[in-house]
């Protein structure tokens, strides 16, 4: 059920535009994906915790190995790369009379054709070309492994690729391949920025892993979201409003990226996210939203419950910052301690009012999600 949310001076009001009124349950802990390295990488390379520390170490060996080769192979160094298979770094050469420098540095020698100058020279004139290359063609990029520079190109667009790129002196070191890859931006997630639902319109609380905090009336859990562009950008995991809170979470997609920053609307001025640390009544305290911006105030009081025309909601903090509709589920910060999300209020930012958002830390223990910081 759309409900209509006009900032008034009596009464109290939800701060979002077109939100849908929630009464989802919290999403399980359990679908949260862990930021950890260690668990990430057995997670994501079927590794066990072992295999990931033997791994981590070797890798690391590699480094300092290809540090000590490169300059020591000069113009004949062509490239490095770790092999899982052995552990060991492989390193191509164009002059065989130095792949024993190569061996001895614990390393193991591949010989090859082209330097890597002569790869990153073909690699500048593709870019060089680039407005001039077919339409289906998505990126190219260094192949050390190969020896070549290699042509990303969308299924079918293989053969006029072939055929465009023969012309240049380069070509015999171009190898296009054909990949379903269909690579769009990425964008940030901010608080503070708008996001959509529907014919609605809130506002980013905190970045969390795998997604941001924000109004529970806002969207049911499900609810699609597209952000401040209007792309794709994640859906409701979990909404509770009105009752014990208002608040919710939204995990994005891949082509989103979480950032411990508010955006606090000067220029491209942000605020940096250090934690959630309380501040005690009377602090001061400023909110971020995508109606009116960065506005201040003090805390009043914690722990009220507000009654809104569909139903009381508990734990409230009180505040004496304003905001309006659309700033509903943006962020409110001390210093660089996050502290909540506007939840609603009464009064606009032209007459002042009375503001109240909801305590961040009980929607991260509710979901067992982790903040952003930075």
Not at 27 to 35: L, M
Not at 290 to 296: A, E, I, L, V
Not at 344 to 361: D, I, L, R
């Amino acid at each position: 059920m759309k409900i209509a949310v006009a900032a008034r001076a009596a009464g109290v009001a939800l701060l979002a535009t077109g939100a849908v009124v929630a009464g989802g349950l919290p999403a399980a802990a359990d679908s949260f994906a862990s930021p950890e390295m260690l668990q990430a990488m057995q997670r994501d390379l079927g590794l066990t915790a072992e295999q990931a520390a033997d791994r981590v170490a070797s890798e690391l060996k590699a480094t300092e190995v290809e540090k000590s080769v490169r300059d020591a192979l000069g113009g004949a160094f062509a490239g490095a790369h770790f092999d899982e298979g052995s552990a060991k770094l492989v390193v191509s050469v164009t002059d065989a009379a130095k792949a024993a420098a190569v061996e001895a540095a614990g390393a193991t020698a591949k010989v090859v054709s082209r330097t890597a100058a002569a790869l990153d020279g073909v690699k500048g004139a593709l870019d060089a070309a680039e407005s001039s290359l077919p339409k289906g063609v998505t990126g190219w990029y260094v192949d050390v492994k190969s020896n070549n520079v290699v042509v990303n190109v969308q299924p079918g667009a293989a053969k006029e690729a072939r055929a465009q790129l023969a012309a240049l002196p380069e070509a015999a070191a171009i190898k296009v391949v054909e990949t379903d890859e269909a690579p769009v931006p990425l964008y940030d997630v901010r608080g503070g920025d708008a996001y959509y639902m529907g014919g609605g319109r809130c506002s980013i609380g905190f970045s969390v892993q795998g997604g941001f905090v924000t109004a529970g009336h806002c969207g049911r859990t499900g609810t699609a979201t597209q952000g401040f562009n209007r792309v794709a950008q994640g859906t409701f995991r979990g909404s509770t409003f009105p009752g014990n809170g208002d608040f919710g979470w939204v995990a994005t997609n891949s082509n989103w990226t979480p950032r411990g920053v508010v955006n606090r609307y000067s220029g491209s001025t942000t605020v940096r996210v250090a934690g959630s640390t309380e501040s005690a009544v009377g602090a001061s305290i400023c909110r971020s939203g995508s109606t009116t911006g960065w506005r201040c105030g003090t805390v009043q009081a914690k722990n009220q419950t507000v009654r809104y025309p569909q139903g009381a909601v508990t734990g409230m903090t009180r505040t004496n910052a304003c905001a309006e509709p659309g700033d509903s589920g943006g962020s409110w910060l001390s210093g660089t301690q996050a502290q909540g999300v506007t939840s609603g209020g009464s009064g606009n930012c032209s007459s002042g009012g009375t503001t109240f958002f909801q305590p961040v830390n009980e929607i991260l223990s509710a979901y067992g999600l982790r903040l952003v910081t930075s």
